[in-house]
């Protein structure tokens, strides 16, 4: 019999948990944590999902990500989980599949339900008692949220800085310095430092504070920015470039309409989460998540159901998980 596709809708978030095969470890150290979120990152902007929350924990790993069109998170798992066992596999010298079968996912509803499921997420190393403080735990996204971790992986060089005084003007000079032809003479000097370390011990030093920012540094962040071409004779710019002229967030976490509604700053914000990440969860709240999670439904009010089982033709809401009792006039 053929599986059920999946209840799937454009711009509503998903809660999506994927566990290792038999309960065992997917990640057996941090450079194996290393490189699913970089495959994360790389899978998020090719099939165009925002990720408000995740968690990776031993054996299994919860995203909450928004998709921008229907099926998009379906592609998001198929080429995360590809490529990541790949790697895996190649790395610690085994075979076989490294996921529990499926990945499993539940829309959420907007507001409340999206910061139940954020919170839920990140409480995960709490509940298995990994950390006591869900900020001291590194592979999450809570201590980017609270402000003890910079979100993005990218760090502006003086150099770059010094382009403009402000974010716009900095990236409109640099585009309009990487759609221009570099000079033979800049490409050898550049590849005959980067081949010969001892070159650089020679240059003179030149304190950032003190001095202007050496302006023979620009040519070669130029040529780290160089454009490529593709088989159509078309230009795509490289991911690091794309952040740097604003068309891309050069962070993969995207904060969620219901989270920036915390508060009226970043700092508010941040404050209200933590309020809210030191608040215990009730029983039933864990259970209801876990059960729709479980059952792949739609979690959230009474409405949220009824429009998606009107545009999906599903049953949206959770069953039991038995089968319903007889009475005893009707056993046989």
Known sequence: MARLTRIDLPGIPQ??????????????????RLRYLQLLRESLATTHCSLHAYVLMDNHVHLLVTPANAGNVGRLMQRLGTNYVGLFNARHGRTGSLWEGRYKACLVDSEDYVLRCHRYIELNPVRARLTDDPATYR????????????????????AWQSLGGNQAERQEAC????????????????ASISNNNARWAAMPSRPWSKQRPDASLLPALR?????????RNKYTWP??????????????????????????????????WRRILDEAPPPEQL???????????ALGRDAFKAMVEAKTRRFASARPAHRPRQKPNEAK
């Open 223 to 231: 040529i780290a920015h160089a454009k490529s071409r593709t088989k």
């Open 139 to 158: 592979w999450s996204s809570c201590p980017a949220y609270l402000g003890q971790r910079p979100a993005s992986s990218l760090r502006e060089h003086p």
């Open 175 to 190: 585009a309009g310095s990487s759609t221009k032809p570099c000079r033979r003479s800049n490409w050898q000097r550049f």
């Open 287 to 297: 259970a209801e998540i876990r059960l729709y999670l479980q059952q792949q439904r």
């Open 15 to 32: 809660h999506v948990v994927q566990r290792g095969n038999n309960r065992l470890p997917c990640f057996l150290d941090d450079g194996d």
């Open 239 to 272: 991911r690091s470039c794309q952040a740097y002229l604003g068309q891309r967030p050069a962070s993969s976490l995207c904060e969620h309409p219901a989270w920036q509604g915390l508060g009226g700053n970043q700092a508010e914000r941040q404050e209200a």
